[in-house]
């Protein structure tokens, strides 16, 4: 819960809106560049080529970026909820608890519908390497291993005092 209430109090939602309104925006100026790129005074496209690259490309672009801010928001919910509870060890053992749950739960409808990720507490999509770029959700392991490290500090007990 403390996690989550760290999402509120950061205003997650305000910036993951306006970080998919960029995204949207550059996509739809791929999209321009695509069908109203630059033409030669014969009316042909001057470099057919780099305009489909940048159709392509830059709506990729726009959806790393967007999914790295989400996952950089999700370490800032971990560590303002181990604030707000004042124990960064239960969350973490509270993660722990989840994956090994969620790795023996299927979840096909999810997996089918990869755009609801980001309202779950951790990834509920398969896959690694090139596909953790397009992840909502920072590896669960690494989440672990930092609020054990602000436990180890003593980090939240001292500023929730």
């Known amino acids: 819960?403390?996690?989550?209430?760290?999402?509120?109090?950061?205003?997650?939602?305000?910036?993951?809106?306006?970080?998919?309104?960029?995204?949207?925006?550059?996509?739809?100026?791929?999209?321009?560049?695509?069908?109203?790129?630059?033409?030669?005074?014969?009316?042909?496209?001057?470099?057919?080529?780099?305009?489909?690259?940048?159709?392509l490309l830059a709506p990729l672009a726009a959806a790393m970026i967007q999914m790295a801010l989400s996952r950089t928001r999700?370490?800032?919910?971990?560590?303002?909820?181990?604030?707000?509870s004042g124990d960064p060890q239960a969350l973490a053992s509270a993660l722990d608890k989840i994956q090994r749950y969620a790795a023996g739960t299927p979840l096909p409808t999810t997996e089918a519908h990869p755009e609801t990720a980001q309202m779950m507490i951790m990834n509920p999509l398969s896959g690694g390497g090139m596909a953790s770029l397009f992840s909502t959700h920072p590896p669960t392991e690494e989440r672990i291993r930092r609020l054990m490290e602000m436990a180890r500090a003593g980090v939240a007990r001292d500023r929730v005092r």
Do not use: C, W
């Open 74 to 84: 999700e370490y800032e919910a971990d560590r303002g909820g181990a604030e707000i």
């Open 1 to 55: 819960m403390a996690h989550e209430l760290a999402h509120v109090k950061h205003r997650d939602i305000l910036t993951q809106t306006i970080s998919a309104t960029m995204a949207g925006a550059i996509s739809a100026l791929a999209n321009f560049a695509m069908f109203f790129g630059g033409r030669g005074s014969d009316g042909r496209p001057t470099n057919p080529i780099a305009t489909i690259a940048v159709a």
